[in-house]
């Protein structure tokens, strides 16, 4: 299911849920040229570069106390009939709030709707990271739903 930021305010807004979508301008999107979007995933359960490189992030924050436990893909939720969402990874942080994180490189439309619609529908801490490029300091843009 791929919905625009106006359906999903229009959604959040007729089921009466207290979220009001900022809008968000996709219309000229970095990287756009043909051969530069990814192909997506071909197997569930397998990590990509940028997904392995937090994992081993984790590891280390779980080594230190920080992280309780985390899990690759550890959950998927209902959105909808027939629509789900499988986050990147489930977090239990040493503060006990659940928390979903999503590795992007970049964000296509539906993936950015479907966090939305997750953090609206479910009592758990919804966190983004993107990479930053080693030139640029390292370590990740955060963004929270």
Do not use: C
Request: charged letters at 25%; zero cysteines.
């Amino acid at each position: 299911m791929r919905w625009t930021e106006q359906q999903l305010a229009d959604h959040l807004e007729k089921t009466g849920t207290p979220a009001k979508a900022a809008p968000v301008n996709t219309s000229n999107p970095p990287f756009a040229a043909p051969g530069h979007l990814a192909l997506g995933r071909l197997k569930t359960g397998e990590m990509n570069k940028a997904e392995a490189a937090y994992d081993a992030h984790l590891w280390q924050r779980r080594a230190v106390g920080e992280v309780l436990w985390h899990k690759f893909e550890g959950v998927k939720l209902r959105l909808a009939d027939n629509t789900f969402y499988t986050p990147d990874f489930a977090v239990l942080p040493a503060d006990s709030v659940f928390e979903i994180h999503e590795v992007k490189g970049y964000w296509q439309d539906d993936a950015r709707v479907k966090i939305k619609v997750a953090a609206a529908l479910y009592p758990f801490r919804f966190i983004a990271l993107t990479p930053r490029a080693k030139k640029n300091g390292g370590g990740y843009d955060v963004e929270q739903f």
